[in-house]
Nanobody
Framework: QVHLVESGGGLVQTGGSLRLSCAAS????????MGWYRQAPGKQRELVAI???????NYADSVKGRFTISRDNAKNTWYLQMNSLKPEDTAVYYC???????????????WGQGTQVTVSS
């Protein structure tokens, strides 16, 4: 079993910055991808950014140039640096991992508990 714990959310003014962290623990054999999703009230959960085991990254168009995903493989931790925040970035942010806990077992999706990010205008 893989456990994800997020930190770093909060309240910030428009134009401000926040950094989210996600730490994976438990029985981890391999993490195939690490990412961040968000869900605003009344909207579906959407992908924000993802980084693969090979280091490739992908971002939602709405955050390109403002958000950066990075990772520390040694710590099984990844980050989302969010700059130039806008009110429309307000949402609950969830970290995500596609990982396997044991060799021979196919990877599955794991989610953090979510952290609130609120950007005031």
């Amino acid at each position: 079993q893989v456990h994800l714990v997020e930190s770093g959310g909060g309240l910030v003014q428009t134009g401000g910055s926040l950094r989210l962290s996600c730490a994976a623990s438990g029985s981890i054999f391999s993490i195939w991808s690490m990412g961040w999703y968000r869900q605003a009230p009344g909207k579906q959960r959407e992908l924000v950014a993802i980084i693969t085991r090979g280091g490739s990254t992908n971002y939602a168009d709405s955050v390109k140039g403002r958000f950066t995903i990075s990772r520390d493989n040694a710590k099984n931790t990844w980050y989302l640096q969010m700059n130039s925040l806008k009110p429309e970035d307000t949402a609950v942010y969830y970290c995500h991992a596609r990982a396997s806990g044991d060799p021979g077992i196919p990877p599955r999706d794991y989610w953090g508990q979510g952290t609130q990010v609120t950007v005031s205008s």
